[in-house]
């Protein structure tokens, strides 16, 4: 197993990015464009709710982390996870962890807040099997399932953290490291998901699409006297 050294630690949330169009993740995460559009901005919010409130809150059963600082340095990345709920279990249990100057044993169970609602893709789940895997590197645990909860449903939705899942996180892993080894953007390949999409003013897709400059500038101006 590759262990890589901190610097060269990449953005866990990325995956999510790289999940929707690894160009997107590439203008992103190599060349560093970012453009908000409304569905970022609704994004951020969401996430500072999530952070809003003390970092570690205790309630009967359980303890509640928020912004708590995650890493794998056999993925090679790092990141935060909006929410670790600790709940106590019994010390025989297999994924039960001890804690710092906390009496018991407890089970590990993260939620990723998101804005919208589910998605059809497999993006958000991606993105918590990586903090889940961090986790389970971090605390030498195993963790089964975590939670995404969506702003738009204001529910909670169970994900089961599958062994497919984990395979398809290394996999993505080892690309995002290959492509910043060689620093480069892969291509445009036109989806749905460009509609959608925060960078398609800078990724340019239909200028990318069009066989010449003179078609673009005659289309979008009228003229190619300039
Ligand atoms: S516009 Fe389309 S191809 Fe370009 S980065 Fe966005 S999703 Fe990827």
Redo the contacts with the bound molecule.
């Keep these: 197993m590759k262990d890589y050294k901190e610097d060269d630690y990449l953005m866990l949330s990325g995956i999510q990015h790289y999940a ?2 690894k ?2 993740w590439a ?1 992103i995460h190599i060349e560093n464009q970012w453009e908000e559009n409304l569905r970022t901005i609704e994004g951020n919010i969401m996430h500072e709710r999530a952070h809003n409130g003390p970092k570690l809150e205790s309630r009967k059963n359980l303890l509640v982390s928020r912004e708590m600082r995650i890493f794998s340095s056999s993925l090679g990345i790092s990141g935060i996870c909006d929410v670790v709920e600790f709940k106590k279990c019994n010390r025989d249990e297999e994924n039960a962890v001890t804690l710092f100057n906390r009496e018991g044993c407890y089970s590990v169970i993260p939620v990723e807040y998101k804005k919208g609602e589910p998605k059809v893709n497999d993006a958000d789940r991606l993105q918590l099997t990586a903090q889940v895997m961090c986790l389970e590197e971090m605390l030498c645990t195993f963790i089964e399932y975590g939670y995404l909860y969506y702003g738009t449903t204001r529910r909670r939705e169970k994900v089961e953290i599958t062994e497919d899942l984990r395979k398809k996180v290394k996999e993505i892993c080892s690309q995002m490291h290959q492509l910043v080894e060689k620093q480069y953007t892969p291509k ?4 749905k ?2 509609n959608a ?1 925060s ?2 003013n800078i ?1 340019i ?1 239909k200028l990318m699409k069009n066989s010449s400059v003179h078609d673009y500038i005659l289309k979008n101006i009228g003229s190619e006297e300039l």
Excluded: E, I, S
């Design positions: 929707f169009c160009r997107q203008l445009v390949k036109r989806t998901a460009c999409c960078l398609k990724c897709p």
